[in-house]
């Protein structure tokens, strides 16, 4: 096979990449700032770059890196993320994919980037040639960053804690588009005045752009609210439970798990199909969840890995 030709892409990008990224990205190709996760009410904006591979003129292979916008006064304006990677399956194993990944690193040092990430989904059949590809770059060793599991309603169905367990009298299930604004308050008040949420699973932090108002729950304890499940519509068929908690030590005898039940059976009934859950590495026992009484019952179980490129000695690009 001749070596491929690699060229950054401008827009209006060729209709055949489209397919070389996921759904979610394929909106970055039109190759201007917007959020990242939109769906999850993102407003940050990021700067797309795309670099396409081609064989006589026909294109091959992908990799989209999300980017800082330039002039950006945001403090958080973060490292380049590469965000996909593709190469058509005819030409796999020939070296395409390495070449888009050497390009890309080369194209960020020149523009002055320090640095660049990338996380991946493992579990799927190509996790080791992704894996082999960063380490013949000499990315850093990939470290697990999440655990998925992605499931049915009809597999959580089949889980043996699922229907399994009851909550005592004092417990009230509510639809979280229900929340009160004093609630609210009070959640936030009380979580001031002595932190009793896990950081990252502050309610606020989930539903202030929107969550789906079908199956999202709150957990009441003699009144007041002590959990919540929160999810996003990520389309018409599939639903991410983005954040779930009950307060410790309420939550300490499986008091979720009647409130996963429930928002699954309101996730079918809205004609979700597809259901997907990820816990950060840093939350254990949430993780220990999906191992113990998911994995085996799941469709997909897999992790999210991270790795990073040190791209040059000159400093991150000031943005
Ligand atoms: C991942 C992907 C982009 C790799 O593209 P590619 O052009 O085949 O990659 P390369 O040929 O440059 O390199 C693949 C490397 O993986 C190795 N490899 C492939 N399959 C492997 C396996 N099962 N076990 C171990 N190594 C494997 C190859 O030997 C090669 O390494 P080498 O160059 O040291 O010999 C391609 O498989 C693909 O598009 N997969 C589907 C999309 C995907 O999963 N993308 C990644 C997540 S976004």
Known sequence: MSKPDLRILTAPVSSGFETMT????????????RPLHPEMGDTKLVKP???????????????????PVEGSSD?????????????????????????????????????????????????????AAVESILRRRRWSPPAARTVTVRFTPEEAAATPWFGARFLEPEYEIFPWKELTSEERAEIERSHKESPWISEGLEPWLHDRYGFDPASSLGLRYK???VGWVINHRLSANRLRFTCSFVRKPLGSRGRIFPVFAASIARAREAGYGNCIFTAPVRFKSMVRFIERRCARWAGFVGETRGSTKELTETGKKTV
């Open 49 to 67: 770059l795309a670099i396409g591979a081609f064989l006589e003129d026909k294109p091959v292979g992908l990799v989209v890196v999300e980017t």
């Open 223 to 225: 009144g007041e609210v």
């Open 22 to 33: 996921f759904p979610i990205y394929r909106p970055l190709l039109k190759l201007e700032p």
């Open 75 to 127: 403090p958080d304006a973060r490292d380049p993320e590469m965000l996909s990677l593709f190469c058509h399956k005819e030409f796999r194993n020939h070296g395409v994919g390495r070449a888009l990944v050497t390009q890309l690193e080369k194209v960020l040092a020149e523009r002055g980037f320090a640095r660049l990430h990338a996380v991946y989904m493992t579990g799927k059949p190509h996790t």
